[in-house]
């Protein structure tokens, strides 16, 4: 557990480990922090130097051998302080750079591409960005379904969120009763029951065309006009059967 929330604060591994070792064993030199830490000994003097930059670990010259300490765990408040200062100086060059990058990014031609994320976070990244680059469309969505993980219906209520602030209409055609009572407070939103037809998920926003698999989390991204086209007039016949 110790090991795990150092590397959620941005330690390896190897130099968790070393942490949690040189803690336990003081003032120590390299010989019993390897047995301790279990660490390549290869390696120990390089996952000590990353430890002293992040101002975690001291050392000392005592009669020519090298000496080791652990900060005081309090230290570790600092560190987490200055990272968070990185990554606010990161997140400000990076406004600066995006509008330079968008300049040299190629106009999508109307032919089209087509691109596959992976993962809940590139689901997330994908149906995010279409709300950024798709201004002022009507969102459709065929084949929706609460009955997936917390995780996945908790991130579709934060879109919802985004999308209604971006004052973005919805059409949702959904595959089952409970779900509709899930939306029936939703803003900016209107829905349909067609249980007797359960297609792969997909959504349709403006010329881009979302087709979703949830099993093995992904996310196929159509970039193309007349794609686009024909989907939406396949929601429209079925949006006439649903209820």
């Known amino acids: 557990m110790q090991t795990q929330a150092l590397e959620a604060i941005g330690l390896t591994k190897s130099e968790a480990l070393t942490y949690l070792a040189l803690l336990r064993t003081g003032f120590s030199s390299t010989g019993p922090l390897v047995k301790e830490a279990n660490i390549s000994s290869g390696k120990i003097y390089e996952i000590l130097d990353k430890l002293i930059e992040k101002g975690l670990v001291s050392s000392s010259l005592k009669n020519n051998v090298k000496y080791f300490q652990a900060a005081h ?5 600092d560190y987490v302080e200055r990272k968070k200062k990185e990554f606010e100086e990161q997140e400000k060059e990076a406004e600066k750079l995006i509008p330079q990058l968008n300049i040299i990014a190629p ?3 109307e032919e089209g591409h087509t691109l596959v994320y992976e993962g809940f976070e590139g689901v997330k990244t994908a149906i995010f960005e279409t709300l ?4 002022d469309k009507e969102w459709l969505a065929l084949g929706v ?5 917390t995780q996945w219906n908790n991130l ?8 209604i602030k971006r004052k973005i209409d919805c059409k949702m055609i959904l595959a089952d009763k409970d779900s509709m009572k899930e939306y029936q407070k939703t803003k900016l939103l209107q829905e349909k029951l067609l249980g007797s037809i359960s297609p792969t998920p997909l959504g349709i926003f403006g010329n881009t065309v979302m087709i979703y698999d949830w099993d093995q989390p992904s996310v196929i991204v159509i970039h193309n006009k007349k794609v686009a086209q024909s989907f939406t007039s396949f929601f429209n016949s079925l949006w006439k059967l649903a209820h």
């Open 107 to 109: 106009t999508t031609s």
């Open 73 to 77: 765990p309090e230290k570790i408040k």
């Open 156 to 163: 579709w209520k934060h879109w919802h969120k985004e999308r």
């Open 132 to 135: 950024e680059k798709e201004q």
């Open 145 to 149: 379904s609460t009955k997936r993980s």
